[in-house]
């Protein structure tokens, strides 16, 4: 919505953070389904990786900014 308001030159709201969130750009390769089910959201671009670096991405969300870096530190074996 922040988007489209300040493209319409719209007055915009001060955003607040209701979950804490982050998403990990997914770079050359394509996760297995382990990864996807871990992260919860998993964003695919329609991009080929002959064309993009970037394929897609995951988004991890938390009650709390701890819970997301656990989830960040159980998602870092896959990518190693």
Do not use: C, M, W
Not at 32 to 42: A, M, R, W
Not at 52 to 67: P, Q, V
């Amino acid at each position: 919505e922040l988007q489209l308001r300040a493209v319409l030159n719209l007055p915009l709201p001060t955003p607040e953070i209701t979950k804490p969130t982050t998403s990990i750009n997914l770079i050359d390769a394509l996760p297995d389904e382990t990864i996807i089910k871990e992260s919860l959201h998993y964003y695919r671009y329609s991009n080929l990786p002959e064309t993009s670096k970037i394929l897609g991405h995951l988004a991890l969300s938390g009650e709390s900014f701890d819970e997301v870096k656990e989830k960040i530190d159980r998602l870092q074996a896959y990518f190693k």
